[in-house]
Structures are given as structure tokens and as C-alpha cells.
């Protein structure tokens, strides 16, 4: 099986524009569709991100994500940030056994 | 609205099986539409999928937990359940149920319920 390779965590100003990378170690990152689940402090996930670049209804346009077949690599950004964006984001896609895979989370801290 | 509630034990201990369910309120578990799925979190650390089922029976598990793992749908409750057999200190995590999207993705996740292995 892959693995999903995030950094461990990552920090930026409000207002800025900050990219989380999720790396896929074997297979290609095209091959199946990468989602991205946003989990604050004592509270369940939540998707921003679906079928690689998707939102969910309710998730503003400050949240996109795509995906880069050369460095077999899957981002999500998040522009104008705001304190509550503050959390563990998570990456997540599957095999060909439709086995779900999470990626190690990436803790954001906006300061 | 769709709400999923987990249900079970806080505390079992080693060698024996865990069980939890899942109360699903708002949607159908027999609509063809979803998978329903049970997820999971050990203290600090990242999401673990554990498997989902389909509300005609099928299911399809983690690899590394197959051997200890059942997934299994009560249509009349509308409820699914898990159980893991055997389980060690290691299986103490934050267990999730959620809804499964079009295959595709968990657009409903219930609160999270700790489960303890520990004697």
C-alpha cells in the first residue's frame, strides 16, 4: 500500500495565503481523488476539499487544492487567513481496493 | 438534518472485543446511495479508516485490521455497528462513525466516542 506524506506542521500571519502539501509515495496522485478533512481542537473532521479541487457547500472560496502529477503531490491553500482557520488538516485518497488512506495531518497554527 | 451517534463501552479490556454502534438519524442507512463507515483516532495521532458497509451487506475493511474486524447494518434500527476482536492498548482511540458521500468522501462524521483498552 501508499502513504500520504504531509509536513508536521506549518504557520503563518492572518491574512496571509498558506499550502499544505500531502505527497503520495507510491502509485500516481492522479489515479485516485484526494480529499482534505479540516479537524479543530476537540471537535470531528470536517471536509473542505472532495475529489481533489470540489468544496463542499458551506466552505468558502478561500480554501482550494490541487494536484501536481510531477512531484506526485496533492495541495490544499488557504488564502486570507483567519484564527479560525487554526487547525490539523488532513489529506486522504484511496487504492485500487478502494482502501482509504489518511495522510499524517499538518498542524496549522495562524499567528 | 443527517446525525450520527456512536454508542458503546468507554472502557474494555485487553484480549476482548470492542463493540460500538452507530444511531443514524435524518437519512436512511438502506439508501443505495451511501456507504457508512467507522473511523479512528489514536490519542495525538492521525485518522485510521477501519472499513465501511453498504446497506445491501458488503463491506470492505482495512488491510491491517481485517482479521479483528466487523462491520455490520441493522436497516430496522437504522444502525451500524462495529465490533474488533482481540484488542490491545493500541486500539485506544477516539472512534468515529461517518456517511460516506458518493464513495467518494465523509460529508457526515459523528462526535467521536474514546474507547480505553486497559484492565
Known amino acids: 500500500n501508499f502513504m500520504l506524506t504531509q509536513p508536521h506542521s506549518v504557520s503563518e500571519s492572518p491574512g496571509k495565503t498558506v499550502t499544505i502539501s500531502c505527497t503520495r509515495s507510491s502509485g500516481s496522485i492522479a489515479s485516485n481523488s484526494v480529499q482534505w478533512y479540516q479537524q479543530r481542537p476537540g471537535s470531528s473532521p470536517t471536509t473542505v476539499i472532495y475529489e481533489d479541487n470540489q468544496r463542499p457547500s458551506g466552505v468558502p472560496d478561500r480554501f482550494s487544492a490541487s494536484i501536481d502529477s510531477s512531484s506526485n503531490s496533492a495541495s490544499l491553500t488557504i488564502s486570507g487567513l483567519k484564527t479560525e482557520d487554526e487547525a490539523d488538516y488532513y489529506c486522504?485518497?484511496?487504492?485500487?481496493?478502494?482502501?482509504?488512506?489518511f495522510g499524517g495531518g499538518t498542524k496549522l497554527t495562524v499567528l | 438534518q443527517v446525525q450520527l451517534q456512536e454508542s458503546g463501552p468507554g472502557l474494555v479490556k485487553p484480549s476482548e472485543t470492542l463493540s460500538l454502534t452507530c444511531t443514524v438519524s435524518g437519512v436512511s442507512v438502506s439508501s443505495g446511495s451511501y456507504y457508512w463507515s467507522w473511523i479512528r483516532q489514536p490519542p495525538g495521532k492521525t485518522l485510521e479508516w477501519i472499513g465501511y458497509?453498504?446497506?445491501?451487506?458488503?463491506?470492505n475493511y482495512n488491510p491491517s485490521l481485517k482479521s479483528r474486524v466487523t462491520i455490520s447494518v441493522d436497516t430496522s434500527k437504522n444502525q451500524f455497528s462495529l465490533r474488533l476482536s482481540s484488542v490491545t492498548a493500541a486500539d485506544t482511540a477516539v472512534y468515529y462513525c461517518a456517511k460516506v458521500e458518493g464513495g467518494v468522501y465523509f460529508d457526515y462524521w459523528g462526535q467521536g466516542t474514546l474507547v480505553t483498552v486497559s484492565s
Open positions: 486522504q485518497s484511496y487504492d485500487s481496493s478502494n482502501h482509504w488512506v
Open positions: 458497509i453498504y446497506y445491501s451487506g458488503s463491506t
